[in-house]
């Protein structure tokens, strides 16, 4: 006797995406740049919070991996990035800069050059957009 079977289709569940969140090593500390839609997650971060170089810095690394633990379970995919070659330019600094600040973690001066190393990939492409280029 043929035993009656219901099948049911089967759907490939996606872990749901963390928004990636590069860590940079400058100097002797630990930086991030993000803007929080949610206030409960700034507030929380506060005490990091540079308000001159909008920024959240840390100080140490056992500060730095508290606050990756944080943001992991708030969604977040943390990346640690101590080589910033990659997402570094610069522009003469005669030109306008504006948008690249806006968009850089860090930003200094040398010679006739603005240097800024870069919240993400998708920034450096627009920083070269504005007239940077790669500083190799």
Partial sequence: MKENVMC???FDIEPEKKKKL??????KIWCF???????EIFNDLLEYYNRVKYRFELGSVGARNKIMKYLEKKGFGPVLI????AYTVKIDRFKKYGTIL???????????????VMN????VEDAIANGAERVV
């Fill in 8 to 10: 049911f289709p089967t």
């Fill in 22 to 27: 590069n860590f940079f090593k400058i100097g």
């Fill in 33 to 39: 740049k993000y803007f929080f839609d949610d206030k």
């Fill in 82 to 85: 101590e080589d910033t070659s």
């Fill in 102 to 116: 806006r968009n850089s973690i860090d930003y200094d001066e040398k010679g006739t050059d603005r240097i800024f």
């Fill in 120 to 123: 993400d990939f998708v920034s």
